[in-house]
């Protein structure tokens, strides 16, 4: 099952579904406009369809620079605030390096070294409370 289109529009990242997680896989550059329409669609799948996790792989992001990273802690933000988390994945060494030079810590996002990994974290974890769903006290 797939939100996706089966044709990558240009200028848009695609949203895949798997299961109770969306995946994102980041390539190369990212633009305003494009980053925009990511953070919307985001938002209205995860609303639409209740997912608990969104995974966002940036194994094909060469370089990260503050806006990337602020694009990323705004997803992270969106997403829970919409009662879905989000996991990064396939962060390359020097991606690393730079965050922590740029003092970006990146709040509300895990990391995981591989997609399988970042499925893993999403999938073991039990799904947080929807809005307006009864709480479950635990004894």
């Known amino acids: 099952m797939s939100d996706a289109s089966p044709r990558p529009v240009p200028g848009q990242v695609p949203v895949?579904?798997?299961g109770d997680v969306l995946l994102v896989t980041l390539q190369?550059?990212?633009?305003?406009?494009?980053?925009?329409?990511l953070q919307q669609d985001l938002?209205?799948?995860i609303s639409r369809t209740g997912v608990h996790g969104v995974l966002i792989d940036i194994s094909g992001v060469e370089i990260v620079d503050s806006f990337l990273g602020r694009v990323l802690a705004e997803i992270a933000a969106q997403a829970?605030?919409?009662?879905?988390?989000?996991?990064?994945a396939g962060m390359r060494p020097a991606v690393a390096?730079?965050?922590?030079e740029l003092g970006l810590t990146l709040p509300g996002l895990r990391t995981a070294l591989s997609t399988e990994?970042?499925?893993?974290?999403?999938?073991?974890?039990?799904?947080?409370?929807r809005p307006g769903s009864p709480r479950q006290e635990i004894p």
């Open 16 to 18: 895949l579904r798997l």
């Open 28 to 37: 190369g550059d990212l633009h305003d406009s494009t980053t925009q329409q």
């Open 43 to 45: 938002a209205e799948t």
């Open 80 to 88: 829970k605030l919409l009662a879905a988390r989000t996991v990064v």
């Open 97 to 100: 390096i730079t965050l922590v």
């Open 117 to 129: 990994a970042g499925m893993e974290l999403l999938t073991q974890q039990p799904p947080a409370p």
